[in-house]
């Protein structure tokens, strides 16, 4: 009678195991979560269902929401205002714009590049869309994507621009100053929600230390240096 008990019991765990895999499937099985790292334990297309149907899943909010302190480099130089990879680089006319794609597992928060005071904040584009970034797209007067340009006074730099890009998932963005707050190098900046492009506008001269491809971290990743740092 225990043997047959324990074979019972072992079956009704089977059936749970296999009923929790049937019902996620073809994502993963809550019993595996805890092993698999974050794009696996979300995929894109799941998050992208959730997002489009404005019901996410409470644990990937846990996730996406988190907000880690960062080790801010000393010295005379400029950081990257957002975790993700940056995928272009261009000039045009007296300026130099890097484009910085963030998927669904970045951190969401942005960060100032360089200390300085905020002298504007504008609500610019019309449009939601993906893929904003190339083509220079985000600065055009028409067709641009909803974005919301933060423009920062640097004694070291001059004016830098910060540009908070949202698509057809990232539909909200914000900004946590106000114009005349004075803002540290690597300081908490705002929050794109749920993936989207952070664009900065820089002086054409300065010479960058990443180039398309790699992936940077905010407030930690050095872009521009006045001296090998």
Known sequence: MKTLYYQLVILALCMVVIWLWAVR???PSPIIMDFLSPKKKWP?????????SDNI???????????????IPAGDNMV????????????????KYMVIALTFWDVHVQRSPVAGKIV???????????????NMVYL??????????????SEEWGLIKVR????????????????????????RLGLIHL??????????DLVTKVKVGDRVVAGETILYAREDQ
């Open 25 to 27: 499937f073809p994502y």
């Open 44 to 52: 894109e297309d799941q998050v992208a269902a959730w997002v489009t």
């Open 57 to 71: 899943d409470d644990g990937f909010l846990s996730f996406f929401y988190r907000d880690p302190d960062r080790v």
């Open 80 to 95: 990257a205002p957002a975790d993700g990879e940056v995928i272009y680089i261009d000039e045009k006319d007296d300026m």
């Open 120 to 134: 504007a904040i504008e609500d610019a584009g019309d449009r939601l869309m993906d893929g904003e970034g190339r």
């Open 140 to 153: 055009q007067e028409k067709v641009s994507p909803v974005q919301k340009v933060v423009t920062i006074d």
């Open 164 to 187: 908070l890009i949202t698509s057809l998932l990232a539909r909200r963005l914000e900004v946590w100053h106000e114009v005349g707050d004075r803002i540290d190098k690597g300081e």
């Open 195 to 204: 993936g989207s492009t952070v664009v900065l506008d820089l002086p054409r």
